[in-house]
């Protein structure tokens, strides 16, 4: 049996390819949640996520650190979503957390036991995009406020900020439906 | 270590859970209070997990692979280019000793073969694939086909026992000839051949430098005329 021994040009790309494929099955879930939770439309998250992983891989040779690739899948997801829309309309940003929300948000004794999940999700779509996705770039993704300030490009400050109103906005909709019952 | 008062453990916990500085690790210990407010905050980031958690949609991460295939394979390369002036001398692998082996039927086969009745209706299918198209999906595995290995009338992404796999129909003499091609290997020694049982169909697993290729048809005529085709190639691989 005679054998071709590869050319480098062919083992680089069968690296990047074992490296991309590997990419794929690793975060595909976790970015195509992170499109639904953007976009509110499941195919619209397919096509995002689809997009993302082509530039990503017109891309692959400037990741440099493997571990790395997750933060960065996510950020060109991030910017796909961005292009859909045509203006970019600036938001007043609160930078600080009022002490006294702090206290009035901690002193309340929520059971999250009961809470239906279904109600949860309906919640979830009823945030503004700017508070929903740094909180779930924390949950799903697992980032710190830090991380999550790099990815959507914020001071971390204003992501400590959005998470509190996200948090504090979801618990004031399952209240009004009756999911909260304090203790 | 600064201690940490409630205000600041609240404001951390609110907002950053899954923070992990001593301080607020050593508040929690002295304060029944903030410990309680952070108790319910972990139930309520479950909760908040399981419901972002949605339902990926089926099969998302092949079409994904597909996707990037074939864009390959739009891209004019001048490293393809190149690669495509050597095609004279890059064939398909064949098999070099095709004797009969004792060795039991490894549990791919079963796979493979499960996978191809479900997906019967293919056999039926009368597209002319063309051979760029072919090789684009037999690349990924180590493999590229020379113009003299007949018609594809089907070729595709396939997964089997969650391996992305290469799946093609060829016309053949009687019946089809169904090729599929599977990253996992059957062994070590490269062109070693395993018989493939089924009451259906009479097939072949080969091993691969990178995977096994698989061949089956429900006709042996038209199974043995195939080998015949690719052990009359040359046997080079990448």
């Known amino acids: 049996m005679k054998e071709n021994t590869p050319s480098d040009g062919l083992v680089d790309m069968n690296v990047a390819e074992q490296s991309f494929e590997s990419m794929v099955h690793a975060y595909s879930k976790d970015l195509y949640r992170y499109g639904y939770w953007l976009s509110r439309d499941k195919e619209i998250a397919e096509d995002l996520v ?103 490009g914020v001071k971390p400050g204003a992501v400590m900020t959005r998470v509190f109103r996200a948090r504090q906005k979801l618990r004031t909709l399952l209240e009004d439906e009756g999911q909260l019952a304090s203790m | 270590m600064d201690e940490m008062n409630c205000l600041s453990a609240r404001r951390i916990i609110s907002t950053d859970i899954k923070d992990k500085s001593p301080a607020l690790a050593q508040h929690l210990i002295e304060c029944s209070s903030c410990k309680s407010f952070y108790e319910r905050q972990v139930k309520f980031n479950h909760t908040l997990k399981q419901a972002m958690e949605i339902d990926v949609p089926e099969g998302l991460a092949a079409r994904i692979l597909v996707e990037q295939k074939l864009s390959q394979n739009k891209s004019k390369v001048v490293g393809k280019q190149r690669w495509y002036a050597m095609a004279a001398s890059i064939m398909l692998v064949v098999v070099v000793a095709f004797t009969s082996s004792l060795t039991p039927q490894p549990a791919i086969a079963g796979a493979i073969v499960e996978h191809i009745k479900d997906e019967y209706s293919i056999l039926n299918d009368n597209q002319d694939v063309p051979l760029v198209e072919l090789n684009a999906l037999l690349k990924p595995h180590g493999v590229q086909a020379h113009e003299n290995i007949g018609r594809a009338v089907h070729a595709g992404n396939c997964l089997i026992e969650e391996q992305l796999g290469a799946h093609i129909v060829f016309e053949g003499k009687n019946k089809p000839v169904t090729m599929v091609v599977v990253p996992e290997k059957i062994s070590e020694n490269t062109g070693k051949k395993i018989d493939i049982n089924d009451q259906q169909f009479e097939g072949v697993l080969v091993s691969l430098q990178r995977g096994t290729l698989a061949l089956l048809s429900e006709d042996k005529e038209s199974l043995i005329e195939f080998e015949h085709r690719l052990r009359e190639s040359l046997t080079t691989y990448l």
């Open chain 1, 50 to 152: 689809q997009e993302t992983f082509l530039r990503a891989w017109r891309a692959i040779d400037s990741l440099n650190d493997a571990k790395a690739a997750k933060s960065w899948l996510f950020t060109i997801l991030r910017r796909e979503n961005a292009r859909r829309f045509e203006k970019k309309s600036a938001q007043a940003e609160l930078t600080t957390l009022d002490d006294e929300m702090v206290e009035v948000f901690a002193t309340v004794d929520d059971d999250f036991a009961s809470v239906d999940g279904m109600a949860v999700r309906a919640a979830l779509k009823e945030l503004p995009v700017n508070y929903a996705e740094p909180l779930v770039l924390q949950v799903i993704g697992g980032y710190s406020c830090d991380e999550i300030a790099e990815i959507i």
